[in-house]
């Protein structure tokens, strides 16, 4: 069996935020899952370093309906920053109270690709996977996917609200120490949200000796509704039967992201899911 550290054991459940995301299902989701595995809850407010070198250009400009084109300075975007990073701390920790959470918060000015190089492997990192509409017709793209390559741990972006129905879905490819950071951590989601956990995995995982044995004693301290399921090798049958389960949550090891590329945000706008990663 492997010493790897559980979610049970995480030290603490760290959310990601910044002024173009919705932040709210992140906020609600991580004090949720710190409440249930009794971790601290750590919130990082992400100041976009390149805006600001943006509007230090002496071209830049911004424009506002009815109003037209007007200078972009470092000052208006400082200002946009810290007032927005206000309004998070105060529905983060609003939330942690009612909740009955230990909290801290931080902001961190980086470029994207480097804003959570504090969390570890015994952090789980929730992020909200969309950006608020722009004028009410479009989504700029979110940055929180960028960070899933250099997170240790395990990775959660969330889409859905709290109130949405389905379970989760995991991808089980083998019983190697990913496999089973990634079983205890959709494990966990699922038990702190009242949802089942749906394990999709290879014949030759599924026919070995001993593997319900050792699912059962890896989700002994999870009071999960469990259902295993024989995968098909097509990867179009996969995604139809992902489809048909209706996941509220898709759970992969870091395997196949790495193997999928862009596969995995594929994968949550094609299902409208929350996405789980683990390294």
């Known amino acids: 069996m492997s010493d790897a550290p559980t979610i049970g054991a995480i030290e603490r459940v760290v959310v990601w935020l910044d002024s173009a995301s919705e932040n709210r299902a992140a906020i609600g989701t991580a004090v949720r899952l ?8 750590h919130g990082v407010f992400v100041e976009d370093e390149e805006l600001l070198h943006l509007a230090s250009l002496p ?14 300075t470092i000052e208006q975007i400082e200002l946009h920053l810290r007032v927005a990073a206000e309004q998070a701390r105060r529905e983060l920790c609003a939330a942690a ?3 009955g959470v230990k909290c801290s918060f931080e902001i961190l000015r980086t470029a994207s690709g480097s804003a959570v190089v504090g969390a570890s492997e015994r952090d ?6 969309l950006t608020r509409p722009v004028g009410g017709h479009f989504r700029v793209e979110c940055r929180c996917w960028s960070q899933i390559e250099v997170t240790p741990g395990a990775f959660l972006v969330v889409r859905q ?21 990634l079983l205890d951590a959709a494990a966990q989601v699922a038990a702190s949200g009242g949802s089942g956990l749906t394990v999709i995995c ?8 001993g593997f319900d044995a050792w699912l ?3 989700l002994a301290q999870h009071p999960v509704r469990l259902q295993v399921e024989v995968g098909p090798d097509e990867p179009v049958a996969l995604d139809r039967r992902i489809g048909e389960l ?15 590329g862009d596969g995995l945000r594929k994968f949550a706008d094609r299902f409208a899911c929350d996405l789980l990663v683990v390294r």
């Open 34 to 41: 710190a409440a249930h595995a009794k971790a601290p809850l």
């Open 216 to 218: 059962a004693e890896r």
């Open 202 to 209: 290879p014949p030759a995982l599924a026919g070995a000796a």
């Open 124 to 129: 789980l990192v929730v992020a909200g996977g």
């Open 246 to 260: 209706h996941c509220r949550l898709l759970a992969v090891g870091a395997g196949f992201a790495e193997a999928a």
């Open 59 to 72: 071209f830049a400009r911004q424009f506002t309906l009815g109003a037209g084109a007007e200078p972009l």
């Open 161 to 181: 609200s709290e109130v949405a129905g389905g379970d989760v879905v995991m991808l089980l490819a083998d019983r190697d120490p990913t496999s089973v950071r």
């Open 97 to 99: 109270e009612r909740h």
